[in-house]
């Protein structure tokens, strides 16, 4: 091992931070200038902002991306107990999110190659009961996501698209928003939009879903003392929206460096016996939340990439049925076998726009000099 052991973090919000402070510090001054904290002006202009971004007719700032779910399930007044069926292979939000609106969470298995639920691994999961899908470009990757929107409108059923990893996702050409009807969002601070505390969205085409979600957030009113029915608390904040706006013009460039950091992986791990990298799949435009490899013996090779000052990450160590908090779900090891394979191999390696093409070289390095060093 080299005497020097450079670092390389698995994500640097704040090297983004310094890259846009004046425009950062001044909306965060704006705010607390005009002491306008909740809801309120800046928040509409996000929404106006991130609508025109996302191609959505309606957003509506809410919370966090759980809530975006929840609040979508709930406007919807699916009949409790109703099913909607997610992939196996998500962060537990998207599911957790269907018990909290009253509904049952069924899961399905994804595809071996994109880590997404397809047409397919959906056919197998129908029952009478289902009454939504939901669909999530894992890591940032839409892939398969056309088929899953077209299988569910041949069934009448409603698509929510968790796009918490996927902000910008485009498929053959188009935004989310020409594509989809709604979609919730996430603005945790790590996401590829990422907030300074809590934040998400709901993002929809229907005038009567949007209409209804933004009472949902607000306790169930229009105006100030209207309630018609019981909502929720679940406002988004005015800083947090300010910071969202300070951010939102460079999220195209951020997933294009993004994309570009995969290139270069991808450019100097391609060969490597027992790697296997991230595929792109033909009009599915990848926007590298994560760059996941799959490894075996991945806790081996995460401690050796450690010791090299290399940070790696897991998304997810267990598929969403193999939960404790699933366990009531009755399903178990076997039931969705390539999720499964997947949870067992994946690897995030460090990914952020602002790595450099030296940080890259330096993570592709220690990789390759663990995975020889084993194969040897
Ligand atoms: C982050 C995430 C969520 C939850 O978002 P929060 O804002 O943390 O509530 C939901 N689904 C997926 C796939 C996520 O990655």
């Known amino acids: 091992m080299p005497a020097t052991t450079k670092k390389v973090p698995f994500l640097d919000l704040k090297a983004q931070y310094l890259a846009i402070r004046p425009e950062i510090d001044a ?47 709930r406007a919807m007044g699916l009949a409790p107990g109703f099913e909607a069926v997610a992939p196996a292979h998500t962060f537990m939000a998207t599911t957790e999110a269907v018990t909290q609106a009253g509904g049952r969470p069924t899961l399905c298995d994804v595809d071996a190659t994109t880590f997404c639920m397809t047409a397919e691994t959906l056919e197998r999961a129908w029952t009478p009961a289902t009454r939504v899908v939901l669909p999530v470009p894992i890591y940032g990757n839409p ?103 300070a951010k939102l013009p460079h999220l195209t460039d951020w997933s294009a460096g993004r994309r570009r950091v995969a290139r270069l992986y991808r450019e100097a791990l391609s060969g490597i016996p027992g790697l296997r990298l991230p595929e792109e799949t033909e009009g599915a435009e990848h926007v590298y ?58 690897l995030s390696l460090p990914m952020f726009p602002e790595m450099t093409a030296e940080d890259v070289h330096y993570v592709a390095d220690a990789l390759r000099g663990v995975l020889e060093g084993r194969a040897a």
């Open 27 to 73: 909306a965060v001054a704006r705010v607390i200038g005009n002491t306008s904290f909740i809801l309120g002006p800046e928040v509409e202009a996000f929404e106006r902002e991130f609508a025109a971004y996302s191609g959505f007719r309606h957003v509506v700032g809410v919370a966090n991306g759980t809530d975006a779910l929840v609040l979508i399930m």
């Open 143 to 245: 892939a398969g996501l056309d088929g899953v929107l077209d299988a569910a409108r041949r069934r009448g059923v409603a698509t929510i698209v968790d796009c918490a990893q996927g902000h910008g996702v485009r498929v053959n050409g188009r935004r989310l928003g020409e594509l989809a009807d709604v979609a919730s969002y996430s603005f945790f601070p790590g996401k590829n939009l990422g907030a300074y505390g809590d934040a998400g969205a709901v993002a929809t085409n229907d005038d009567a879903l949007a209409a209804k979600v933004r009472m949902w957030r607000n306790h169930g009113r229009e105006g100030k003392f209207d309630h018609q029915f019981e909502g929720v608390n679940s406002r988004l904040d005015a800083l947090q929206a300010a910071i969202l706006r």
């Open 289 to 346: 939340h994560v760059y996941v490899v799959r490894v075996a013996d991945r806790e081996g090779v995460r401690a050796a990439l450690e010791e090299r000052g290399v940070a790696t990450g897991v998304h997810y160590p267990l598929p969403v049925h193999l939960l404790p908090a699933y366990a009531y779900l009755g399903l178990r090891r076997g039931s969705f076998p390539t999720a499964e394979a997947i949870c067992d191999t994946i």
